[in-house]
């Protein structure tokens, strides 16, 4: 059978006011019958290419066919360069020989075919002027083509823009040489690229507090089916709001980070300013022992007397030392340097050094695995250890066990001990500044000490977890990675 023959068949099956055969590409094989009023060969229609031909809203009849088989599908049917009329299609895939067929029919009996195009005009014409956002339509030559009323209000200088390039319109309207350059720029990097761009403009002093507009514009290339860009769809948005929060928050941030400064360079230097008088105190206690026992006095009251100075000295001591230490790590100041080291020799080097006199009790350090050389900072765990350590000495008063377990990417060590404990709604607040358990009243400390702890593992990118109850004890466990 020959084409024309079989194509005659299928068209038949569908019969309608005009069908069009197009192969799987798109391209028109066939056509039979004629559109009602409109005085135009169809046949010159062969060998086109169906997606130039049709026209949906904004964007041309779109490959691939399939996804719009079995649908009604409304637009514009350009039969000639000047003319064309709005349709409602149909395709259908003819599946055995893999041919479309399209039929095609005015868009609505209700209306002429003009009126029709009118219709669709008139549409998205208040769709366009309703938006809260203005849009406009350029040329690929930066030409305007569509302006909506959003964009600009005055439709004497609406029309006289049509066609008219962006320079011409920033001339006339004496915009800024720097908006005239920004937009141009941008646009000529859409066609270069054939991507959206976003760029935010400022009008400055638009406002009449003297506060600028910001507007944010897109450029969104829109292709026909060959591939080509076809237009230019521009749109802006009125982004002043969103900007001048911007800029409040930033400046609010700028405040912040100044009262921070401050706030640690206040406390270093108080902290400064007070260790001198601390040492001059101290160095005078041991003056004054010094001179008792030269000259044989002793009285068991002034002996507690030097005792209690001596105690308050040394608190205080080490409440500057932890908040010195919160300072520096508050502006990341903390230098830490790793060292490939051992840390079972470290934890046995803190028990003999800090620990050595511990009354009917002890400390037993257990290492159940292979010890190698982990990388940690040996100042910083040196610190940590013996902070968790002192806190087992400071809240029991029995035995403390010390476990040190190493697996392949990770070292534990575990602090455990046999005193007061924590109650338990309170263990999440413990890694708070200042925060003391209701339980440990009657026992010195600043509340700052799992603080620093805390930092520091987190330098190692460690964590530590605690196990605790009331009265039975508490177990610290650390975990760092074995490599940094
Ligand atoms: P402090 O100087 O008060 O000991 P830390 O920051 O070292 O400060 O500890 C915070 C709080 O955690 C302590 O005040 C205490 O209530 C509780 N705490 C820490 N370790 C223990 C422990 N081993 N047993 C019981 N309570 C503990």
Known sequence: MSDHLFFEQ????YSNE???????????????GALQSVNFNFEDLIGLQISNLIVEKDSPFIHPLLNRCNQEVVGLLKYTKAQQIAIQSHIYYEDKNSLYVIYIKPTSSFYSEKKGLEQIKIFYENLLNNLPVDVVVFSPDHKYLYINKIALSDEKKRNWLIGKTDQEYAEKFQLAPSHIKGRKETFRKVIETGNLIEYEEEFKGKYKNGSSKWLLRHFKPIYNSLGEIEFVLGFGLDISDRKKAEIETLKNLEKQKELIQL???FVSTISHEFRTPLATIRGSIDLLTMFLEKN??????????IVNVNNEVFNLNNLLNEVLMIGRHDVSLTPVNFTNGNLLELIKKIVAQNFPYLDNRKITVISKTPNHAIQFDPKLMFHVLSNILSNAVKYSQKDIIVVLKEYKKVTT??????????????????????YRASNSINYQGTGLGLVIVKNFIELHQGKIELV??????????I??????
């Open 296 to 305: 044989q006095i002793k009285h068991p009251k002034i002996n507690q007397f």
């Open 10 to 13: 299928l068209i038949e099956k």
């Open 468 to 477: 605790s109850q009331l009265n039975v004890g508490t177990k610290f466990k």
């Open 413 to 434: 060590v575990t602090i455990e001990d046999f005193g007061i404990g924590i109650p338990e709604h309170e263990q999440s607040k413990l890694f708070n500044s200042f």
């Open 18 to 32: 005009l069908v069009l055969i197009s192969d799987e590409q798109g391209f028109i094989k066939h056509v039979k």
């Open 479 to 484: 975990t760092i990675p074995n490599n940094q």
């Open 263 to 265: 706030k640690n360079k």
